[in-house]
């Protein structure tokens, strides 16, 4: 055991100089803005933190609750430190939050309050404002290749462009907006305020629909001596669909879907892969497309051919057998009908052979 020693300031038994409650007295425990800002913006309610805007959601008093704690200094020394912070308002713009500190320091309690004025500015966002100036960097022109894509294709089109526009923003893009969307011949332009997001569009509806991406971009002018320019990204639709049911080579196909500029398809027949080219693709005729398919039942069968009731005639029908179908008699079958011939199709690729919906 050293020898006793005294507190200078006090006079109590201290070990090391000044003692835990003089030390603690002349240490700043609990340090934060007298004031602080928050910006929120009044047409979307997103706020600025850090001088970067982000997306609403918050109201203002959690606002102002993370700017405070994100402010807070505890000095080091203060053990388990715990801080709590209120919100009141004190009028529109007003507000006052309050810190309160408690921990230990050495071996005496430490406990410490401050009060925080906080004012809530309102100010237009960067994406508003650029939304109401009839800002745009790209458009993303959505075509068939062969005249107009269906409407339910730019219909649904639409509704992808949407759902990525949210993804986009949720990440980040705060120029991720659909400035407009257009109905122009053989198609539709989406006009939307990021290039990103403009790209992110084009690969979600090719992923969907297949077809081809082609990019380009032009000079618009000059903004504050940079260059500015609009890329326009084409995406052209293929004219088959995946589930069409297809005339090619002389022979039944069904469209799987796409891979790059080849359409991969199965022959009706013996359930064989094959690649079409573009020209081929263009050239098909269409039957028509699973979606629509009927159903029939299987009356009677062998290894070529089935027989199935119309259900429309309700007459017994036969047709070729797909070398891939295993149903018998009793079991349902998807076909589709093809002059007076009814094709029947092979079971739905990863399904089994009647699946009711
Ligand atoms: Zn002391
Ligand atoms: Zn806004």
Redesign the pocket.
């Known amino acids: 055991m050293t020898k006793e020693s005294l ?1 200078p ?2 006079g ?1 038994p ?1 070990p090391l100089g ?2 835990d ?2 030390r603690r007295e002349r240490s700043t425990l609990l340090a934060v803005a007298d004031h602080l800002e928050v910006t929120v913006c009044p047409v979307c309610g997103s706020h600025r933190v850090q001088g970067r805007w982000r997306d609403p959601g918050a109201p203002v008093e959690e606002l102002i609750y993370e700017a405070v704690a994100s402010e807070v200094s505890v000095h080091r020394e203060v053990e388990d430190p715990k801080v709590e912070i209120s919100i009141s308002k004190l009028n529109a713009t007003q507000y006052l939050a309050s810190v309160r500190l408690s921990g230990t320091f050495g071996e005496v309690g430490a406990s410490e309050e401050r009060t925080v004025k906080a004012t809530a500015l309102r100010s237009t966002c960067d994406r508003c404002s650029r939304m109401a100036g009839n800002y745009y960097e790209a458009t993303v022109q959505v075509r068939g290749s062969a005249g107009a894509p269906g409407s339910a294709e730019l219909e649904e089109s639409r509704k992808i462009a949407e759902s990525v526009t949210d993804n986009c923003l949720e990440r980040g893009d705060r120029l991720s907006f659909i400035q407009e969307t257009k109905a122009v011949k053989g198609g539709v332009d989406l006009v939307v305020g990021s290039t990103q997001q403009g790209r992110a569009i084009a690969r979600a509806i090719r992923e969907r629909f297949g077809g081809s991406i082609q990019e380009s971009f032009k000079l618009a002018g000059t903004k504050d001596g940079k260059s500015v320019y609009r890329t326009s990204i084409l995406v052209r639709l293929p004219r088959l669909k995946a589930g069409d049911l297809i005339r090619a080579r002389g022979a039944f196909l069904e469209v799987r879907g796409f891979e790059g500029r080849r359409t991969a398809c199965r022959s009706l027949r013996d359930g064989s892969t094959a690649y079409l080219s573009e020209e081929e693709a263009e050239d098909a005729a269409v039957v028509g497309n699973r979606s629509s398919a009927e159903r029939a039942l299987v009356v009677a069968e062998d290894r070529d051919v089935v027989e199935v009731l119309d259900p429309v005639s309700f007459r017994t029908v036969s047709a070729s057998r797909p070398a891939s179908l295993e149903a018998g008699a009793g079991d349902e079958v998807e076909f589709l009908r093809f002059g007076g011939d009814l094709l029947i199709l092979p079971p739905r690729e990863g399904g089994g052979v009647g699946r009711r919906s």
């Open positions: 507190c300031q006090c109590e201290s000044l003692c409650r003089c």
